[in-house]
């Protein structure tokens, strides 16, 4: 798709962005990776010289193309989508004018000329169920070929929830048996971008990093880069004074809704949430959910389809109590109300006994 | 096994509520109250540091009051508290406790730490262990008045003095009058020119006030050893006099403890609601002074601080006030770096200056007060309780430092405007 001999300013430069925007960028990414200002040069030119730009490899198993749409669908074409199109992305079922035969050959070609030092992008979880039948692109399996693609790749990063944690294919009962690309690929460096979709800024700027560094930048426990997945979307919420105060919102149309206060008790996810949201925000910066008036469904989490509803809070359980954790609740009871009934007698029975204290009880008798 | 000690066993187990219960049970072992407590800083003994101080009460709760505490009693692994060790607890829970109650406020998890040990008081006394020197008092505070054993005649003799010295007449058991004035004896037998300042400055707001013959002093000796059946008596008499002679308002005098037993403590202990008013005096001056009713004049320029009484401050939450009350009448007032609700303690609150075998760690523990009052550089130190102001001069004469103490009613009398009302 990209024309390997121009280097990646010539192709932008086509396409009718300056260089001063395109410096601009380079700035921005190198901020928004938490690098200091005298980085973006460096990111400016790893992302320029050809020669060292790797080639890409995108697949895509179970999934809905949201994780592509995030980053192409922009109301103008940005740059992050056309660095996209200008670096060597080899093989992408979506964006990809071959087809058939011409693109799977496309592929191992791809895989062939870069062998051990590509990057190889997944979005969608894998499905194990039926000898993986689920799911199959031109006879192969989705785990057979993410385990041949992954097999030559210098570092693995699973784009969407979907492939970071198995997302909504994986949602109870998990009819194909889904799994996350981590569950497959276990000798690789893997990074999770999650999100459903993640933020455009955030697929770019990893890819920038690992094109400036040649290494994935630093993980956090779920394989999510920190500098993206550091904090809550409750940390960093325009609305959390109002948390704080106490102020919340208990409809979508009542006095504190429109007075913009805190959206807990509507269900907002944002507490248990890593992701960059209320910081990097959507459609060019635009807006998020919260900014909206809707609460954060928590997209960036492990099951958050199955962490109970999208509108109960936080602090009420996911599922009915019942069982044995209704038995031992009772239990707990009883013996509280035991061991009370208790200490009020043994309360009662000084208080009985007592005799006034006089000036004489003082000295000890 | 003395009878005593049985009694104060029961006592533990009769103030067990929950506060203590859940005090105890968050009680996450920080040690943060021991940098709270001057007994500790002052002497680096990790046997002052707050928490341990209850530590016989602990057990009482855990042994007595616990699930697994009981299991373990039944079988025999829990070490029951012992007579020799409430003997021991003795000079922790009394001479090294003031009841200041800063290490309240530093506990992480808010633990009152200064209510458990007024409540352990209540234990320790009815076991017999308290100090000498506080049974004393209390025993003179029940049978002759005052812990000082000052009587009435005597409160008589200093009055005709001020009578003499500023021309006024001191109003004694006047019916229906707005404010009935307490003292502390410590005012009437080392300050008895606070009496002299009030009339000054009462006359000059056109205040109606009184004190009475049958309930004058406010200091409550039972609060401090911690025997609330005597603290009720001390506080009934009050009550007595006050609803008797149908005055609005009490007015606690510059006593720090006296305000805790009257404003605080008194409805509980007798066990149902005033039919008048108690405020602190510096709240009356206070409300006096914004009214327009006390027209000073003048400014004290002497580099000057404020010593915060724990129980009016901290306490009381009386913190303000004092300070709006100096502005108006000193041009240096400096405040120390740690002051109002975080002040430190002079050393002898609490009962502690009653207790002479306590002296010598009071005067170890002065030393923090010592090292506030030299940062600043000031040779005069207000306050407002008269026992702070002789456990202050005491410890500045100990350490030789020549440094004054004034009332603040006193200093706020001396720029009263002089006219012939």
């Given at each position: 798709?990209?024309?390997p001999?121009?280097s ?11 260089r ?11 901020s ?6 005298s980085?973006?040069?460096?990111v ?7 020669a ?25 074409p ?35 000329a870069?062998?051990g ?9 894998i499905?194990?169920?039926?000898g ?10 989705n ?7 992954a097999e ?13 944690f ?6 109870n ?20 971008v999650?999100?459903c979709?993640?933020i ?7 890819v ?12 956090d ?16 919420c ?5 948390y ?9 149309d009542d ?7 805190c959206l ?6 944002g507490?248990?949430t890593?992701n960059a949201?209320?910081?990097?925000k959507w459609n ?5 959910p ?15 389809w199955?962490?109970?509803g ?18 031992a ?37 | ?9 029961a ?6 509520d929950?506060?203590?219960a859940s005090f105890f049970?968050s009680c ?10 001057l ?14 101080k ?6 009482v709760?855990q ?6 505490g009981r ?9 029951p508290v012992?007579?020799?060790e409430?003997e021991?607890?003795?000079e922790?829970?009394?001479?090294s406790c003031?009841?200041?109650?800063r290490?309240?406020?530093v ?7 200064a209510?458990?040990?007024?409540k352990m008081?209540e234990?320790m006394s ?6 000498e ?14 812990p000082?054993?000052?009587k ?5 003799a200093q009055?005709r ?7 006024l007449s001191i ?9 009935m ?6 005012e009437?037998?080392?300050?008895p020119?606070?009496i ?6 009462f006359?000059q ?28 008596e001390?506080?009934?008499r009050i ?11 009490v ?13 605080w403590?008194?409805p509980?202990l007798i066990?149902r609601?005033y ?15 914004q ?10 320029e ?21 300070r709006?009350?100096?502005k108006?009448?000193a ?8 002051h109002g609700?975080?002040n430190?303690?002079?050393g002898?609150?609490g009962g502690?200056s ?7 760690l ?26 702070c102001?002789?456990i202050?001069?005491?410890?500045l004469?100990?350490?030789?430092m020549?440094v004054e ?9 001396e720029?009263?405007?002089e006219?012939?009302?």
């Open positions: 798709m990209s024309e001999d121009k990646l300013f010539d192709l932008l430069a086509q396409r009718g962005v300056s001063r925007g395109f410096l601009k960028f380079c700035a921005t990414t190198a928004m990776l938490g690098l200091p200002p980085m973006s040069s460096a400016a030119e790893a992302l320029t010289q050809a060292r730009r790797p080639s890409v490899i995108w697949l895509s198993f179970q999934e809905c193309t949201g994780c592509t749409e995030s980053l192409t669908r922009a109301y103008s940005t740059i992050e989508s056309l660095i996209f199109d200008a670096i060597s992305l080899d093989y992408h079922h979506t964006l990809q004018a071959a087809s058939g035969d011409a693109a799977e050959e496309a592929r191992a070609q791809a895989m062939k870069n062998y030092s590509y990057l190889l992008l997944v979005d969608g979880s499905p194990l169920g039926e993986g039948a689920y799911s199959t692109i031109a006879g192969h399996t785990l057979s070929m993410l385990k041949e693609v030559g790749a210098a570092a693995v990063v699973s784009i969407g929830t979907c492939a970071a198995g997302g909504l294919p994986m949602a009962p998990n009819p194909t048996g889904a799994v996350s690309v981590k569950d497959i690929v276990q000798d690789k460096p893997v990074m999770n999650p999100g979709p993640p455009p800024n955030v697929i770019v700027g990893v920038a990093h690992f094109l400036t560094f040649g290494a994935l930048p630093e993980l426990a779920l394989g999510r880069p920190k500098v993206f997945y550091g904090d809550t979307i409750h940390d960093r325009y609305r959390r004074p109002f704080d105060r106490g102020l919340f919102a208990k409809t979508f006095e504190g809704a429109r007075n913009g206060w807990y008790e509507l269900g907002c996810k507490p248990t890593y949201c209320a910081t990097l060019g910066g635009t807006s998020f919260i900014q909206s008036g809707h609460g954060c469904l928590g997209c960036s989490e492990p099951k958050f199955d962490g109970g999208f509108y109960t809070a936080l602090s009420t359980p996911i599922q009915p109590v019942t069982g044995a954790a209704v038995t609740a009772l239990a707990g009871a009883a013996v509280g109300a035991a061991v009370a009934f208790g200490n009020q007698s043994t309360k009662g029975k000084a208080k009985a006994a007592h005799t006034k204290v006089t000036i004489d009880d003082l000295e000890k008798a | 096994m003395s009878a005593s000690f049985e009694r104060g066993m006592a533990f187990r009769e103030v067990m929950s506060p203590i049970s996450v072992h920080c040690g943060l109250c021991a940098e709270a407590c007994f500790y800083t002052e002497t680096g003994d990790p046997k002052y540091t707050p928490i341990h209850l530590d016989p009460l602990k057990r709760w042994q007595e009051y616990t699930l697994l299991l373990g009693a039944l079988v025999g692994l829990s070490k012992t007579e020799k409430l021991q607890w003795s922790l829970v009394y001479d003031t009841l200041c109650g290490c309240s406020m506990c992480p998890v808010g633990n009152d730490i209510y458990m040990v007024r008081r234990g009815a076991a017999g262990v308290a100090p020197g506080m049974i004393g008092a209390t025993q003179r505070a029940v049978t002759l008045g005052s000082m054993g000052v009435l005649p005597a409160l008589q009055i003095a001020q009578e003499a010295e500023t021309g109003p004694m058991d006047v019916q229906g009058a707005d404010y004035v307490l003292l502390s004896s410590m009437v037998m080392n300050f020119e606070y002299g300042a009030l009339g000054k400055i006359r707001a056109g205040v109606s006030w009184t004190l009475s013959s049958k309930a004058f002093e406010a200091t409550n000796s039972g609060i401090q050893i911690g025997a609330s059946d005597i603290a009720a001390l506080v009934q009550v007595d006099a006050a609803e008797g002679l149908g005055v609005k308002t007015i606690s005098p510059e006593c720090g403890h006296a305000f805790t037993a009257i404003r403590e008194g509980n066990g609601p039919r008048f008013e108690v405020k602190h005096i510096l709240e009356v001056l206070e409300e006096l002074r009214a327009g009713r006390l027209r000073t004049q003048g400014c004290d002497r580099p000057l601080t404020f010593h915060d009484p724990c129980q009016i401050a901290r306490r009381g939450g009386v913190i303000e006030q004092p709006n009350l100096l108006s009448v041009s240096d007032f400096r405040e120390m770096e740690e609700a975080m430190w303690c002079c002898g609150g502690v009653a207790n002479d075998r306590a002296e010598e009071r005067l170890v523990a002065f030393k923090r007060k010592k090292g506030q009052v030299e940062a600043l550089g000031v040779d005069t130190l207000v306050t407002a309780c008269a026992n102001r002789i202050l001069e005491e410890g004469e100990h350490y030789n020549d103490v004034v009332g603040l009613t006193e200093l706020v009398a720029h009263l405007i006219d012939d009302k």
